[in-house]
């Protein structure tokens, strides 16, 4: 069966610079989630899309922003990155009315230097 | 604060034994609970869920039983082999404005020894 697709899987990149994560949902999946994972600790939820409009903010900071096209892919930007951003990046999708259980991708490592 | 938090951060088992992780949560609203598994490196892995209208549920070789008086939430696997060892979380679906964030709870690490 079609999983979540992130793409890349590995960033590195240097202080101030930006970054663009990508993330795929399966298909016939409308709702796109990011989250945050850092060593050692549990995923943070950063925001979600359905239907291409923004769900649901959590703890993610102003630097960063994501939208959802209209194929349902999302992209979550990140700017002016500090070494704190240094994490796992987990995109996960879910269709409503089905159960919205929530599938998760392999996520992108992004290390600030 | 809403919060969901694993009673034990490492369990060690021998293969073939039964084992239970544990998870307390603390909004007592929460409609809906899963259970993940993480192997190093990947994303977080369904393995089963529970709505608390449920007070257990089975799947293949996992039982998640959920006590709402106490506000716990417990995965049983039977038989574990050591392709189950990985972190393991539970998440509490947050109903708030009616969208479908997860709260993670803190990882519990499964150990299987052959």
């Known amino acids: 069966a079609a999983g979540v697709i992130q793409s890349p899987r590995h960033l590195i990149k240097e202080k101030r610079e930006t970054a663009t994560l990508k993330c795929y949902p399966i298909?016939?999946?409308?709702?796109v989630y990011w989250y945050q994972q850092g060593p050692g600790q549990d995923p943070q939820f950063l925001i979600s899309?359905?239907?291409?409009?923004?769900?649901d903010k959590g703890s993610i900071p102003d630097r960063f922003s994501a939208q959802q096209f209209s194929d349902y892919h999302s992209e979550l930007n990140m700017s002016s990155l500090e070494l704190g951003d240094s994490a796992l990046y987990f995109c996960?999708?879910?269709?409503?009315?089905?159960?919205?259980?929530?599938?998760f991708g392999p996520g992108t490592r992004l290390t600030v230097l | 604060g809403e919060s969901v938090g694993l009673h034990l951060p490492t369990l060690s088992v021998q293969e073939g034994d039964n084992s239970i992780i544990n998870c307390a949560y603390s909004?007592?609203?929460?409609?809906?609970f899963i259970w993940y598994k993480q192997e190093s490196g990947k994303g977080p892995q369904f393995i089963i869920d529970?709505?608390?209208?449920?007070d257990k549920r089975q799947g293949q070789r996992v039982t998640v039983l959920l006590n709402k008086t106490v506000k716990h939430l417990s995965l049983q696997i039977a038989a574990t082999q050591p392709g189950d060892s990985a972190v393991y979380f539970c998440?509490?679906?947050?109903?708030?404005?009616?969208?479908?964030?997860?709260?993670f709870g803190t990882g519990t690490r499964l150990l299987v020894s052959p």
């Open positions: 996960a999708s879910s269709q409503r009315g089905f159960g919205d259980t929530q599938y």
């Open positions: 298909p016939r999946h409308d709702t």
């Open positions: 899309f359905y239907e291409k409009m923004q769900s």
């Open positions: 909004n007592s609203a929460s409609d809906y």
């Open positions: 529970i709505r608390s209208n449920m």
């Open positions: 998440a509490e679906r947050s109903v708030g404005r009616g969208f479908q964030k997860l709260v």
